[in-house]
């Protein structure tokens, strides 16, 4: 598969000097999911910033495209325009993601900034409010939305602009077990249709069904390993290594064991 | 392992008397209340009634249009038909009259104090002598008509800015106002509404997380000392949120030119209010002139 990203020893600091990633080489390959997995504050974050373009790399360089992605190439309005087409960004704030006075609008501004013809605007959008299933709340307010609704029209608001690269910035985060259904479902769909998906998260449920490739992140902000799913996800001291899995305290026949705890598990299923 | 401490009772200490410092959650409260009228309004907007469900772009139109119409209205039937007017589609509207009148009432008495008494007494409005008051003034026939028409006028334009205000969702009533030139400025007041909501709601519970922790009220200075920090804070949040509102734009196309799609649906209901409202405008403007310019009042 051809790489669209190339991260060439990027490195990011944050203005007050904080290591934001540390020097690292990936590639992002045409259609597939990556997963980039690591604890709290490991980079993640950060590292789809840099893909996305919104932020720029202090050490190193990021090519999307074959361009390197700088403040410069991002103002070159042609490059812009076809970048952002390209490249969809869900944030993890969705207070900052959805900043538009109804559901409806929230959608069509993606579309709208691309110089989208207006009837081709509405089609996307009533398209997407029936996908998501957010036909009845287009007239609302996004913020008096339950947290799964918000996250929903969000990632609407990413796909009405029919990017061929998602980044998804950790898309579950503190929703419930049928929302996170929701959403692996809708990237196996998304992935069927040929996208190219990045998703970062620490948890362990999704990066095991959906991704092709696991990127790990340690607490140093560096890559600590990458490889199929499988490989990465049964290496335990990997995992306890980076923080996204806990030792596990418990007593057994009167005696305390203490070992690495995954809630990941194999399961049969009915005929 | 825990420490000890933590499985002990600890005692209390008695609260020391400290001076009342009531200003924060005086404020807090006003904060609250601001989002609670914001719903309350949305709560009578949302109501499926008669100018509900009229475009907001017209809804806007007809209410300015009615409201410069106004202002050539010069006798109190006419005032008075335009206040009952627009009182009568807040009703239809199904707005009810409480609603309506908690959200003028506490306006009357300023307007009483500061336009109504001084224009009835004759130092103001010469005429012919009601009532004989001491120091040789007097309540005027003149003073009280003039001063029952300035106040029907603020009555009747009250009534025209709620029957826009409570029937009209805020977004809407900016979308209303969405034309190319104006579309930057629409915009960002739409953001600074939405965030103000946001910033109150991550305030409110500074607040309540510092009250579930506060055992021993803090004095005046403690207090003070606090809500400097948290202004801090909560200044530092609205920046950091202001940046990633700025990424989520760029991230969805945005190059400094915001777009937006102006969602304008006149339909016959729309040009049946425009022409009623044409109409009605036109009668009490003539009523005014030709029948009542006649008339001493």
Known sequence: MTPIFALENASYRYPDGRLGLAETTLEVRERESLVVLGANASGKSTLLGLLGGLIFPSGGRVIAYGTALTEAALQDGEFARSFRQRVGVLLQDTDAMLFNSTVYDEIAFGPLQLDLPEDQVRRRVEDTLDLLGLRSVADQPPHRLSGGEQRKVALGAIL??????????????????????????????????????????HDLHIADVIADRVVVLDEDHKIAAEGRPRDILTDLDLLLSVNLVHEHAHVHDGELHIHPH?????HEHAE | MLPEWISEQTAAR??????????????????????????????????AGFLQRLDARVKLFSVLALAVGATFLHHLPSLLALGVFA???????????GTVFSRSWWVMPAVFALVAVPSVLSVF???DPLVALPWGLSITRQGVASAAVLVTR???GMMLALMLALTTRWQELLR??????????????????????????????????RRARTIVPLDAAQERRWVGGRVGALFLRSRRLSEQVYSAMLARGYRGEP???????????????????????AGILVFDRAVLGEMAW
């Open chain 1, 160 to 201: 009405a602009v029919s990017p061929e690269v998602l980044l998804f910035d950790e898309p579950t985060s503190g929703l419930d077990p049928r929302f996170q259904r929701w959403f692996v479902e809708l990237v196996i769909e998304l992935r069927q249709a040929g996208k190219t998906l990045v998703t970062a998260t």
């Open chain 1, 262 to 266: 995954t809630h990941l598990h194999e």
């Open chain 2, 14 to 47: 008695a609260a020391p008397r400290r001076r009342h410092t009531g200003y924060l959650s005086r404020s807090l409260r006003d904060m609250a209340r601001v989002v609670e009228d914001a719903i309350f309004c949305e709560q009578s907007a949302r109501r």
């Open chain 2, 87 to 97: 009182l009568a589609m807040l009703l239809v509207s199904r707005v009810g009259l």
């Open chain 2, 125 to 127: 409005v010469p005429g």
């Open chain 2, 154 to 156: 603020i009555a009747a």
């Open chain 2, 176 to 209: 209303a106002a969405y034309t190319g030139v104006t579309a930057p400025f629409v915009l960002v007041a739409t953001m600074m509404y939405r965030y103000v909501f946001v910033l109150l709601r991550v305030a409110e519970n500074m607040h309540l997380a």
């Open chain 2, 259 to 281: 777009k937006v799609l102006v969602r304008h649906a006149v339909g016959a209901r729309e040009l049946a209010w425009v022409l009623g409202c044409a109409v009605f405008l």
